[in-house]
């Protein structure tokens, strides 16, 4: 696999480190596993405004003010970057790759688990590709994590207008939360790959989090073993088990999609599920599927740094040789509100009725 195949399966947690122009240690946005705790209040007043204060500390990521960010960073960010000198080199490496923001292009609150994510997207002088600037803040307004990456353009679709034909259901009972999800890099990080243009990244989260304790294990996580189901009926075109599961943090690029079923619902519409729990495929080859069937259970197979599920639609039955659909699903909740047909977006928590 391509490094751009591989990376579109899953999520990391972890520093990483990013090619293409931009050389910049980023920490990439798993932050609903992380708990605020109080900090002592910075001398500068601030505003109250979720998206003054974005603007507030992207503005001192760009002048190097970094003791001011440092008194607003919680316990697990400073963790990330160890001491004020760690933040100071990225600040400094931001600077010497980027230059300085010359243009505001796109900015964006999105509610995520009782936080908030300002993104920002801007042309900088050393870059000929905007810049993604995004700043995870508790309810208080501390830095919960920090994301400064390149932007990729969306792959190129056909499929802009297109109306999914088969009647999808989500693929998972009880209250998930959209990771990934939505039409643009901002939201969607899969959006670059043309097969996975509209896909998907969920989990389950409970109070802030997705796992008890410590998250070492892949059982503290609420999502894993949960049931993944038939959004609507097909045949089982793959089915792929025996996969191990990563630990928590880890992740296989050999096999990107992990332990896999994939569901063709006629129509040239075929559904995609990927990162399923080692053991739990319960479909083979050739078998005719209802809506709702158990297809396997969620788990960390595969490309992923954390129990989730990953799903897609598109108009082929072989990873990485087909385009991307959008996936609209009927008759689900959204942040407690009804939705009759839609396309669950970044932040949601969304449920079958």
Known sequence: ?????????????????????????????????????????????????????????????????????????SPEARQI?????????????????????????????????????????????????????????????????????????????????????????LPFSGEWFVFWGGRDAIDNYHVVAPDQRFAYDLLMAKNGRTHTGSGSQNTDFFCFGQPILAPADGVVV???????????????????????????????????????????????RGARVRTGAMLGRCGNSGHSSEPHLHYHLQNTAEFGRGAGLPAQFNHYIADGKPVERGEPVRGQLIRAP
């Open 1 to 73: 696999m391509s490094r751009r195949v591989s990376r579109q399966w899953g999520h990391t947690l972890s520093l990483t480190r990013i090619g293409g122009g931009l050389n910049l240690v980023t920490l990439t946005l798993l932050m609903a596993t992380l708990v605020a705790c109080s900090r002592e209040p910075t001398a500068t007043a601030l505003p109250e405004d979720p998206l003054e204060l974005g603007r507030t500390y992207t503005g001192w990521l760009h002048t190097g003010e970094v003791e001011s960010l440092w008194a607003r960073f």
């Open 81 to 169: 970057f160890g001491n004020t000198a760690g933040l100071r080199r990225f600040t400094e490496q931001v600077r010497k790759d980027a230059g300085s923001e010359r243009v505001m292009m796109d900015e964006r609150l999105t509610p995520w688990l009782g936080s908030q994510i300002y993104s920002r997207v801007a042309g900088f002088t050393k870059m000929s590709a905007p810049v993604l600037v995004q700043w995870t803040l508790d309810s208080k307004g501390l830095v919960l994590g920090l994301l400064v990456q390149p932007m990729e353009e969306p792959a190129p679709s056909q499929f802009l207008q297109y109306q999914t034909k088969a009647p999808l259901r």
């Open 238 to 284: 793959e089915a792929v088990d025996g996969i191990a599961d990563n630990a928590p943090g880890r992740m296989n690029a050999v096999e990107p999609a992990g332990n896999q079923v994939v569901l063709d619902h006629g129509s040239g519409e075929f559904s995609f599920f990927a990162h399923l729990q080692r053991g739990s495929v319960a479909v083979q």
